[in-house]
């Protein structure tokens, strides 16, 4: 069974780290690009970024907004994505999605974890 | 950024009828549409890619279609279990977007 388990998820004060893990299973990690998706409370999904496989050499792509905060990095012998974010301010609030990614299209999603910065 | 407009934000239809979401790019995507459903309470899933494709899983009642910047999706009898929030996602450009989402209820 192909699962994504996020975790990592808490409570945080503004300026502060966070980082996030989503652990794989079920199929073969190292050859999918991976993203992580989040929501804020009652609003939609918004893409935060996407870290390749390693036929792609396991590069990146983030949002703008994100970019100079958040880092998505893997690995591989783990089968583990993980995302950093510095610096942590209130419309940061959401909760994170982590996605298997095929096409750069979400086909597999985590359950979510949920962070607050308060 | 190419921005998604969905329409209606709601949509409220009996059992047994026919839902029809609109997704609407400021730019051309070409067919790279992708459509979710999110159930409350729950993590969106993989409803159709690239306009028209079924994810494994997904009822026929399910189908999509367009191309450039307008796409729909349609269910053809809406299920009391289709109850969802939709969202369209365009996989052409960086950065990958999103729809607002269109909300399915049953009246």
């Known amino acids: 069974e192909v699962r994504l388990v996020d975790s990592g998820g808490g409570l945080v004060k503004p300026g502060r780290s966070l980082t996030l893990s989503c652990t794989a299973s079920g199929f073969s990690f190292a050859d999918y690009a991976m993203s992580w998706i989040r929501q804020a409370p009652g609003k939609g999904l918004e893409w935060v970024g996407v870290?390749?496989?390693?036929?792609?050499?396991?590069?990146?792509e983030y949002l703008e907004s994100l970019r100079d905060r958040f880092t998505i990095s893997r690995d591989d012998s783990k089968n583990i994505v993980y995302l950093q974010m510095n610096s942590l301010k209130t419309e940061d609030t959401a909760v994170y999605f982590c996605?298997?990614?095929?096409?750069?299209?979400?086909?597999?999603w985590g359950k979510g974890t949920t962070v607050t910065v308060s | 950024e190419i921005v998604l407009t969905q329409s209606p934000a709601t949509l409220s239809l009996s059992p047994g009828e026919r839902a029809t979401l609109s997704c609407r790019a400021s730019q051309s995507v070409n067919r790279y549409l992708v459509w979710y459903q999110q159930k409350p309470g729950q993590a969106p899933r993989l409803l159709i890619s690239?306009?028209?494709n079924r994810a494994a899983g997904i009822p026929a009642r399910f189908s999509g279609s367009g191309s450039g910047t307008d796409f729909t999706l349609t269910i053809s009898a809406l299920d009391p279990e289709d109850v969802a929030i939709y969202y369209c996602?365009?996989?052409?450009?960086?950065?990958?977007?999103f729809g607002g989402g269109t909300k399915v209820e049953i009246k």
């Open positions: 996605t298997r990614v095929w096409n750069y299209y979400m086909d597999v």
């Open positions: 690239d306009v028209s």
């Open positions: 996602q365009q996989r052409g450009n960086w950065p990958l977007t």
């Open positions: 870290i390749r496989g390693r036929g792609y050499g396991g590069t990146t």
